[in-house]
């Protein structure tokens, strides 16, 4: 009955206690055959019981342990080198984790693929944060490391991932996410933003793996133009749209806030009109509506006399337009126009900058045209990135970070869940 209930084969429930405020307790111990021992044959005797608590699903909607009263064998043969060994009841629970086998699979399952927290999990279950975190690392380490979830890749992009960000004294911890392009999944993350990681990980896929490459996506970063002028040579490089955009953005923020402080000789108030207009600004016009940008109108004339701030916005709307065109030849000559008007005299500084930069990094801008891995998908794109940084933030080991983001967004094959063998560090 009681075997029944609690749900492993070959185990005899040896007693159920339940005290108030504590997790139920099951008592277990394994039945079967006497082992024999694997060098000489002679049928084992026990040496002696050890009892081991695991963290299990709940029961009846409450925390509960099984205690696992374990067998320690020994070969009687005394020539024998084999001398004791403990049992071995993978159905049960692994050496080295402190949770049994099905509580383990389901909590990486719901930390991994639900993207729970793992705090949450804990209370759930009625044990710690660690407990549950190495749990997820040991089930989780053979899914990330499947050598079938890389598979071929013809377009990949490189970007920068902050995960740590320390509150006072702002220290940051830099990551780099390493993205199937294509097919919107994360292949890998590696510690820093800088060349050296990203190239030692091209290395290690080798070169047949990276001659298939197409494609290879970045922000506007010299560290990662270095990665694929360096790993990927024959593939064509694509700036990512979705930064292009928000460089634009961040320029036009730039401008606003300079003449802020220029106009009114502080920082944005709440009342102050070039303040008031700072999220329609960088609103893309196509979601103004009409009362939105009367109100943006409005607010640009009574803050900023210069008129700098409207060239800012219409600046960004002319970068954004780029991405209206379709042909490649347009496209490398729309840029290359852009680029020059915006270092036009007449325009703030900040928009000159954003010239250059567009200038220098036209054939990257341009190659979308030809290569449009990351438009109709930008939002897709996005949607990545919010689901790496979902899972971002108050990290501060890259190790754990990264299997997080993997088991999150790195489409590992959950098929595998039910039979893999966890590695425990
Ligand atoms: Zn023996």
Request: hydrophobic share 35%; glycine share 8%; proline share 6%.
């Given at each position: 009955m009681c075997e029944l209930l609690v749900g492993l084969p070959d185990v005899n429930v040896l007693a159920v206690n339940d005290e108030p405020g504590l997790p139920l307790e099951v008592k277990i111990e394994t039945r079967g055959p006497r082992p024999s021992c694997r060098d000489c044959g002679h049928a084992a005797i026990v040496k002696d019981r050890r009892e081991v608590q695991l963290v299990d699903l709940p029961s009846f909607g409450r925390p509960t342990r099984l205690c696992w009263r374990k067998y320690r064998w020994q070969c009687p043969n005394c020539e024998c080198p084999t001398g004791s060994w403990t049992e071995h009841a993978p159905?049960?629970?692994w050496p080295r984790l402190a949770m049994t086998d099905r509580a383990g699979r389901w909590v990486t399952h719901q930390v991994?693929?639900?993207g729970r927290t793992v705090n949450e999990v804990a209370v759930e279950l009625g044990t710690d944060w660690h407990t549950?975190?190495?749990?997820?690392?040991?089930?989780?380490?053979?899914?990330i490391d499947d050598p079938e979830r890389i598979g071929e890749i013809t377009a990949v992009g490189l970007d920068e991932t902050l995960f740590f960000k320390l509150g006072r004294w702002k220290i940051q911890k830099w990551a780099t996410s390493i993205v199937d392009v294509s097919g919107h999944y994360l292949l890998d993350m590696v510690e820093g933003r800088n060349a050296a990681a990203p190239c030692e990980w091209f290395d290690e896929r080798g070169t047949q793996w990276c001659d298939r490459i197409e494609y290879a996506a970045l922000d506007l970063s010299g560290p990662y133009r270095k990665v694929f002028d360096t790993m990927l040579p024959n593939a064509t490089q694509v700036a990512d749209p979705f930064h292009v955009c928000k460089l634009a953005n961040q320029k036009l923020d730039e401008v606003r806030r300079r003449v802020?402080?220029?106009?009114?000789g502080h920082r944005g108030h709440k009342d102050d009109p070039l303040y008031r207009c700072r999220r329609l600004l960088t609103r893309a016009d196509e979601r103004l509506d009409d009362k939105g940008r009367t109100k943006l109108v409005g607010l640009l004339e009574a803050g900023d006399p210069r008129g700098e701030v409207r060239t800012a916005w219409h600046a960004k709307e002319l970068v954004r337009q780029l991405y209206c065109h379709t042909d490649p030849v347009t496209g490398l000559a729309w840029v290359t126009q852009l680029g020059h008007d915006l270092q036009d005299a007449d325009c703030p500084p900040e928009i000159n900058q954003l010239g250059r930069t567009l200038i220098r990094?036209?054939?990257?801008?341009a190659a979308w045209h030809h290569a449009h891995i990351s438009n109709g998908p930008t939002e897709n794109q996005n949607g990545l990135i919010k689901r790496i940084k979902?899972?971002?933030f108050g990290f501060t080991n890259f190790t754990n970070y990264r299997?997080?983001?993997?088991?999150?967004?790195?489409r590992p094959n959950w098929d595998l869940l039910a039979t893999i063998t966890p590695q425990p560090r």
């Amino acid at each position: 009955m009681c075997e029944l209930l609690v749900g492993l084969p070959d185990v005899n429930v040896l007693a159920v206690n339940d005290e108030p405020g504590l997790p139920l307790e099951v008592k277990i111990e394994t039945r079967g055959p006497r082992p024999s021992c694997r060098d000489c044959g002679h049928a084992a005797i026990v040496k002696d019981r050890r009892e081991v608590q695991l963290v299990d699903l709940p029961s009846f909607g409450r925390p509960t342990r099984l205690c696992w009263r374990k067998y320690r064998w020994q070969c009687p043969n005394c020539e024998c080198p084999t001398g004791s060994w403990t049992e071995h009841a993978p159905t049960v629970g692994w050496p080295r984790l402190a949770m049994t086998d099905r509580a383990g699979r389901w909590v990486t399952h719901q930390v991994g693929k639900s993207g729970r927290t793992v705090n949450e999990v804990a209370v759930e279950l009625g044990t710690d944060w660690h407990t549950i975190n190495d749990t997820v690392a040991a089930f989780g380490r053979p899914l990330i490391d499947d050598p079938e979830r890389i598979g071929e890749i013809t377009a990949v992009g490189l970007d920068e991932t902050l995960f740590f960000k320390l509150g006072r004294w702002k220290i940051q911890k830099w990551a780099t996410s390493i993205v199937d392009v294509s097919g919107h999944y994360l292949l890998d993350m590696v510690e820093g933003r800088n060349a050296a990681a990203p190239c030692e990980w091209f290395d290690e896929r080798g070169t047949q793996w990276c001659d298939r490459i197409e494609y290879a996506a970045l922000d506007l970063s010299g560290p990662y133009r270095k990665v694929f002028d360096t790993m990927l040579p024959n593939a064509t490089q694509v700036a990512d749209p979705f930064h292009v955009c928000k460089l634009a953005n961040q320029k036009l923020d730039e401008v606003r806030r300079r003449v802020q402080n220029e106009t009114m000789g502080h920082r944005g108030h709440k009342d102050d009109p070039l303040y008031r207009c700072r999220r329609l600004l960088t609103r893309a016009d196509e979601r103004l509506d009409d009362k939105g940008r009367t109100k943006l109108v409005g607010l640009l004339e009574a803050g900023d006399p210069r008129g700098e701030v409207r060239t800012a916005w219409h600046a960004k709307e002319l970068v954004r337009q780029l991405y209206c065109h379709t042909d490649p030849v347009t496209g490398l000559a729309w840029v290359t126009q852009l680029g020059h008007d915006l270092q036009d005299a007449d325009c703030p500084p900040e928009i000159n900058q954003l010239g250059r930069t567009l200038i220098r990094w036209r054939h990257q801008i341009a190659a979308w045209h030809h290569a449009h891995i990351s438009n109709g998908p930008t939002e897709n794109q996005n949607g990545l990135i919010k689901r790496i940084k979902r899972v971002g933030f108050g990290f501060t080991n890259f190790t754990n970070y990264r299997l997080r983001s993997l088991l999150y967004a790195g489409r590992p094959n959950w098929d595998l869940l039910a039979t893999i063998t966890p590695q425990p560090r």
